[in-house]
């Protein structure tokens, strides 16, 4: 989903409104790119603080959804270098909202599965995990990739196809340890 801003609209856009339309799709990109989630809740505050002080920069020229994808990656970028350091033990916190009206078992089914895609994720290096989020999870256009990386768009598709190899590696080892059907 695309934001929604026109070359009218940052004077009257708010980062308020942006939270509300894509706050839920910030937490799941923040998850994807690596944020614990005991620290979500702290990174996805930092990611709109940074929208509420950017907004009046910001080029409505340019894809705003690349633009809140570019925040994404450069505040979950600056948490994993961050988090080398610190030597806090994680809590288990409730993961992002699953549907009210899945039963108990699908709702430990669900969790399972996320928790296997994560770990998968968390084997990609970090260039090319970004990308491999945000063009085949996200479903974000190569060419905003690129742009949201602030790099070729060749060199999103090298990274791009080097991570879709390492991903369908970890694919086939979970199957053979009967992690997936």
Known sequence: MKLAISAAAPASLT????????GRYAFRLLRRLGVQEADIDDVLQEVFVVVHRKLPEFDATRSGRAWLYGICVRLAASYRRTRRN????????QSEPIDDAATPLEIVEERKKRELLDNMLAELPDPKRVVFVLHVIEDLPMHEVAEALGCPLHTAYTRFYAAKKL?????????AQKSLP
Do not use: I, M
């Not at 980062?15 to 894509?22: K, Q």
């Open 15 to 22: 980062a308020t409104d942006l939270f509300r339309e894509h």
């Open 86 to 93: 610190r030597r806090e033990l994680a809590v288990e916190q």
């Open 167 to 175: 991903f369908e590696a970890a694919v086939r080892r979970a199957r």
